[in-house]
């Protein structure tokens, strides 16, 4: 088989996307043969995830990228490497509010457009891939129908198996991560072998983590890490036996091995001491104002992490609070959801309330992830909350549109959403999709019915007059609704929402279907909040 | 990447002078990625806070593209021209 190749080597800053263009300005004029089509849309991917890598890899000191382009008759491929940071530290981050909006959409607009996308870590280089397969039929010009029928499969990240350290997408893991590093980069900068931070623990010992096991002892003043605990500022010692507070029983130092030491205490921002950082050695040394200054700085830099750990934290608490918290009970009924956001909150949310003649219920999707989003998931949620009690959907849709519309044009945001409200009376379903899209109806035997949305969602210009659909429930019937990350945990060869439909079809129950929903999230590599909700009658 | 934030800007001081039917020809820009899509997401959403409405004349293939996919092609409206966009009675 014939097989091109070609290669660029690019250093950001000063070279630019341009240097991509014209690389692949030369590639098409040699491979002809590629439909535009197909030139577009490789080409838009390969832009999109170039730039994304110079501006979240950069690591302060530029980004080093060397592209690869393999072109055969059956296929066009990318590989990028680059020297940003290892791990998805940066994607994580790149995920903070002013960047929302834009870097979702990337990613999210590279798997729409070529077939694979996958990413790893080999040493200290990030390996990006995209790939574009071409095949006859897609040598035709670009045909709108085909571009409609591909949106709904949109391809999803591969799963490789990973390395180094598998990076949950939690936010607790990740900050068990960054601070993994940190001895690590403190041992490099004070060039000491010894580097701990020692935390203490809900019985009020001293944790702390060597060589990926947790370590525990006993806080009983008989440590120097007691000592650094209390006092104000950087403990130095530079040699041990001659150190006049350990003479003098100050500091008590019940390791003989430790001959200088260097520590600080860690604090909340409240001011809770809550463990120390500390180095040591098994020989006298004095370090430099300058060692201790850096010292110092990472004191500061570990504070800091806490403190936003601990926000997060509280974020993804209160979020979670927000889901339904207790089985509802549907004469004849079953109703189950599940909501993983992709960092500690998100802008994913469902919602169940009790109606007079059944149940209400919501499924959104704010644009973005992140702390941004969730804010605006909870005031999406409190309005609709605050209605579709004892209000008719059209009528809540009305007021959440009336009310969100200009809270979300400030905020340069919009939501996706789905609200149902089930009659039990009439076995049927008043719907209403504001450019969600991602529902099914899957009756008993086995007929899946998808539901297409004329609505925009809330926040892209008031809507005049919502669409709405009468679902009818026959028993045996399910209606699945999901947000767009769960398609992505589905093979790009599968297509996701007849997957979906399978699995209810072959569950007994509501909690089933979620359960088994769950347990494929949990085996993915997921980038974007997920979240499912199943209505079934019985 | 490269022209976004300057077109984020323009489109501002536009809606800051008064204008608030904005059409953006795009017959001059071959290629267009995901921060080009929020410069006009944010340029539609001023002009329509302001009464108004943004809307694009002549995309190419590349852009028109990269909307659908984005379903963005629901919100912002494609004329063939610059002079067609506002052209209604």
């Known amino acids: 088989m014939k097989k091109s190749s070609y290669s660029l080597t690019m250093f950001s800053p000063p070279d630019t996307l341009d240097a991509v263009h014209e690389l692949l300005q030369t590639v098409w004029e040699k491979s002809p043969e590629v439909s535009l089509e197909n030139q577009i849309r490789f080409e838009t991917a390969l832009i999109e995830l170039v730039s994304n890598v110079f501006r979240h890899a950069d690591t302060g000191d530029g980004v080093a990228c060397a592209l690869n382009i393999d072109i055969t008759d059956m296929q066009i491929e990318a590989q990028l490497r680059d020297t940003g940071e290892p791990g998805d530290f940066k994607l994580i981050e790149a995920t903070m509010p002013d960047e929302l909006a834009e870097s979702g959409r990337g990613i999210a607009l590279i798997q729409a457009v070529v077939d694979e996308f996958t990413y790893e870590q080999e040493g200290e280089h990030n390996i990006w891939k995209i790939l574009r397969r071409l095949t006859p039929a897609d040598a035709e010009n670009i045909n709108p129908e085909e571009m409609a029928q591909e949106e709904k499969t949109l391809p999803k990240i591969v799963e490789i198996p990973p390395q180094g350290p598998k990076i949950e997408v939690d936010e607790s893991a990740a900050l068990r991560l960054r601070l993994g590093r940190v001895p690590h980069l403190i041992k490099q900068l004070m060039k000491t072998e010894n580097v701990f931070i020692k935390l203490i623990n809900g019985e009020g010992n001293w944790v702390h983590t060597e060589n990926g096991v947790s370590v525990i002892e006993k806080r009983n003043g008989e440590k120097i890490s007691d000592f650094v605990l209390v006092a104000d500022g950087v403990v130095h010692i530079a040699d041990a036996e001659f150190d006049p507070r350990i003479l003098a029983g100050i500091i008590h130092n019940d390791s003989p091995q430790i001959k200088s030491y260097i520590g600080h205490s860690l604090e909340t921002k409240g001011g809770t001491r809550i463990g120390v950082l500390c180095a040591w050695e098994s020989k006298p040394r004095i370090f430099s104002a300058e060692e201790l200054e850096n010292f110092d700085d990472m004191v500061f830099w570990l504070q800091r992490q806490f403190e936003n750990a601990q926000e997060l934290n509280r974020a993804s608490e209160i979020q979670r609070g927000m889901l339904p918290q207790v089985e509802i009970t549907i004469p004849g009924y079953e109703m189950a959801g599940f909501c993983q956001p992709h960092l500690s909150a998100g802008g994913d949310f469902y919602d169940w309330i009790e109606t007079f003649d059944g149940v209400a219920f919501t499924l959104a999707d704010v644009m973005g992830k992140g702390i941004g989003s969730a804010i605006l998931a909870a005031t999406v949620r409190a309005n609709i909350r605050a209605t579709a009690g004892n209000q008719g959907a059209e009528q809540v849709m009305n007021i959440a549109s009336h009310v969100l519309e200009p809270d979300l044009q400030k905020a340069g945001a919009f939501v996706t959403l789905i609200h149902g409200q089930l009659d039990t009376f009439r076995n049927r379903v008043r719907y209403i999709d504001a450019g969600h899209g991602l529902a099914t109806h899957v009756t008993k035997d086995g007929r899946i019915t998808r539901f297409a949305t004329s609505n925009y969602p809330i926040g892209a210009g008031p809507s005049k007059e919502w669409e709405i659909l009468n679902i009818e429930m026959a028993p045996g019937d399910t209606l699945i609704m999901v947000s767009d990350g769960m398609l992505d945990v589905f093979d790009e060869s599968q297509d996701a929402l007849k997957e979906i439909a399978d699995i209810a079809l072959a569950a007994n129950s509501a909690q089933n279907i979620i359960d088994k929903l769950k347990e494929i999230v949990r085996n993915s590599v997921v980038l974007d909040d997920v979240t499912a909700l199943i209505l079934r009658r019985s | ?89």
């Open chain 2, 1 to 89: 990447m490269v022209y976004a934030p300057a077109l984020r800007q323009e489109i501002v001081e536009q809606i800051s002078a008064g204008y608030n039917k904005i059409v953006i020809d795009m017959s001059g820009v071959d290629f267009m990625d995901s921060s080009g899509l929020g410069a006009l997401i944010n340029g539609l959403k001023g002009a329509r806070q302001a009464g108004g409405d943004l809307r694009i004349a002549a995309p190419v293939e590349q852009v028109k593209l990269v909307l659908k996919l984005t379903n963005l092609d629901r919100v912002i409206k494609t004329y063939s021209s610059a002079e067609k966009a506002f052209d209604e009675s």
